[in-house]
Every structure is written in structure tokens, then in C-alpha cells.
């Protein structure tokens, strides 16, 4: 059975603890694959068999140490023997969450990684920049996003789908991050389009979940329903 494990809490980041929860090291002690942020909201985080990728706001991508800090995220070690999906005709990330839904429909209250590689027609992605304290809220980062577009490129996507129940400690549905072949360019999916794609999925029923030990996170008050900003957050363009 595939395991994941989640580093601190989506309402946790929304409301800007943004410290380290675990070291990449630890966090990717055997597990390969999965998506978040580093500490700070330093750049979206890429683990693409079994390297911790950045994209940052300065539209790069580097190779994290394993001694840097992953604020939030999620990872698994992925199953490659899974049989490989494809998707033709992906003409937007809507399009993309509609082709998915036959894979989670059987079951949509356990989690699901995907990795897809393909050629994109285009491809919408952002980054934050890394925030010194006192940090704001994610929703005041993202104010700051920066956008990049893509043509043609070459490149992975990571997603992770999560089941509804879990609102407030991870996004429910799809979130999804990009890695581009050449390891350039990457981030947070906004939009995307391509011919085709391949695709293999695994089926996580095992979640583990460790929480930060800052005095930051001791004090917050997690109960409140931030779904609105969280979608105006993680789904939507400037």
C-alpha cells in the first residue's frame, strides 16, 4: 500500500506559518515524488524522483540540500510499475480535472499522485517570493505572484488529488505542479493545454501527517473556513 506523508497544514500556510516543519532530508526519507513549499513560501516545491526542485519567482529551477526546510507538502514513493493512462485533446486545466475524474470516481475519499510528461502547447505556472517574518498571510504573498507562460515545452506534472473531508489540512481535488524536461523551469499550475498526455496514477489509502512544532503554529486559531481564499489562492490567475 503507497503511503503519504504531509508536512503541516493547508489552513496553517494560508494563514502564513511559513517556518520550516521538516528538513528536506527527513521529509524525503523514503519518499520520491510529490509537491509544496519551502521554508519562507521560499518557491514551489517539485520532488521528482527523489530530488527537491524549486521554482522560484525569478523563473529558474534549482536542486534543494537536504538540509533546507519544507514548510508544507505532500509526498509519496512513487509506484512506477503502475500501467501507464494517456489523454488526448487536454485543452485547458478544466479539461484535464474532467479526463482525471473516471480514475478517482470509484472511490474519492483516499488520495491519488499522478505523474503525467507530455508536450505542452502551453503552459501557465507561478512561483511566490520568499517572505521574511513577520510573514504575511499566503493570500497577501500571492498578491505578489509572478506568472510565466510557456509554448511547446517539455515536462512533468505532479499532482496530487485529495478527498473532500480533508478541507483545511490540504486542498481538496487536484493541485498541480509542473517540472519541465530540461529542469528550467517550473511551478504552480494555473493553465496548461497539450495533444497528449501519458500518465501513471497511484492510489494512496496510508496518510501521515506531521505537524509543525513552532510557537507560531501552537497559537493559530486552524478552524476558520478560508475555502474562498484558499480557491482565489491556488486556482486563480492575477
Known sequence: MEKMLQASTLNALMLGNFDRTMSVRDFMDGFDTGIGTYT???GEAIFESGTAYRATADGGVSVMS???G???GTVVRFDESAPVHELKCVS???????QLEPYVAGNRNIFYVIKAKGTFTKMHVRSCYA???PYPTL???ASHQKEFHY???????IAVYCPPYVQGINLPGWHFHFLSADRAHGGHILGLSADSLNFKLNAVKD???VLPENPEFAQRDLCEDLSAKTAAVEGGAK
Do not use: Q, R, Y
Open 40 to 42: 519562507g513560501l521560499d
Open 66 to 68: 537536504p538540509d533546507d
Open 70 to 72: 519544507v514548510a508544507f
Open 92 to 98: 485547458d486545466i478544466e479539461t484535464l480535472k474532467e
Open 131 to 133: 517572505c521574511e517574518k
Open 139 to 141: 493570500s497577501e504573498a
Open 151 to 157: 509554448e511547446n515545452i517539455a515536462g512533468d506534472v
Open 207 to 209: 496518510w501521515e501527517l
